[in-house]
T-cell receptor, first 109, second 113 residues
Framework: TQLLEQSPQFLSIQEGENLTVYCNSS?????LQWYRQEPGEGPVLLVT?????EVKKLKRLTFQFGDARKDSSLHITAAQPGDTGLYLC?????????FGKGTSLLVTP | NAGVTQTPKFQVLKTGQSMTLQCAQD?????MSWYRQDPGMGLRLIHY???????DQGEVPNGYNVSRSTTEDFPLRLLSAAPSQTSVYFC????????????FGQGTRLTVV
């Protein structure tokens, strides 16, 4: 199993602040995915990054895949309370998606 | 357009009891999987199936059985429940193996007392 380490584990910020969440591995992945999970719900896919160095934007969220395809980051600009949730990175390992432990984000008004 | 449906949503079991967590998808997806989610541990793969009639073990298979008699259904059986199996269980489906977009159900919160 290829391990995905996420940091920070918890993040509590105020509305309007910027933040970055990291996902690191010692292994190379063909692609990495970011999911968001809200309380009482299953994770929902936000984005897939495939090419080393790739940057994808989803409104105020910016996703980057490292050049060596071993790490990824998620940057949120001007966070809003609606961004609150658990952010999970995942990568295909063998026959299954391997998930990081997640970053729990709380955005307060 | 139901997607992935899990039942029940909540369940309390006594130690030693058995039960089946149901999972059904209506997207004609070939690949299905079961995860458990525990605080501080993230999502861990229990079992997966790449198609009807084919199942295999994931990271934490002990105490669980699965079968895949149809494309739509992928039930998870707890043989003899233990307190260590208290967790939130998620079923997911992917269009096929190698397709990295997983569609998750809403989860089953299981408590074993």
């Amino acid at each position: 199993t290829q391990l995905l380490e996420q940091s920070p584990q918890f993040l509590s910020i105020q509305e309007g602040e910027n933040l970055t969440v990291y996902c690191n591995s010692s292994s190379v992945f063909s692609s990495l995915q970011w999911y968001r999970q809200e309380p009482g719900e299953g994770p929902v896919l936000l984005v897939t990054v495939v090419t080393g160095g790739e940057v994808k934007k989803l409104k105020r969220l910016t996703f980057q895949f490292g050049d060596a395809r071993k790490d990824s980051s998620l940057h949120i600009t001007a966070a809003q309370p609606g961004d609150t949730g658990l952010y999970l990175c995942a990568g295909l390992s063998g026959y299954a998606l391997n998930f990081g432990k997640g970053t729990s984000l709380l955005v307060t008004p | 357009n139901a997607g992935v449906t899990q039942t029940p949503k909540f369940q309390v079991l006594k130690t030693g009891q058995s039960m089946t967590l149901q999972c059904a998808q209506d997207m004609n997806h070939e690949y299905m999987s079961w995860y458990r989610q525990d605080p501080g541990m993230g999502l861990r793969l229990i079992h997966y199936s790449v198609g009807a009639g084919i199942t295999d073990q994931g990271e934490v298979p002990n105490g669980y059985n699965v079968s895949r008699s149809t494309t739509e259904d992928f039930p998870l059986r707890l043989l003899s429940a233990a307190p260590s199996q208290t967790s939130v269980y998620f079923c997911a489906s992917n269009r096929n193996f190698g397709d990295t977009e997983a569609f998750f159900g809403q989860g089953t919160r299981l408590t074993v007392v």
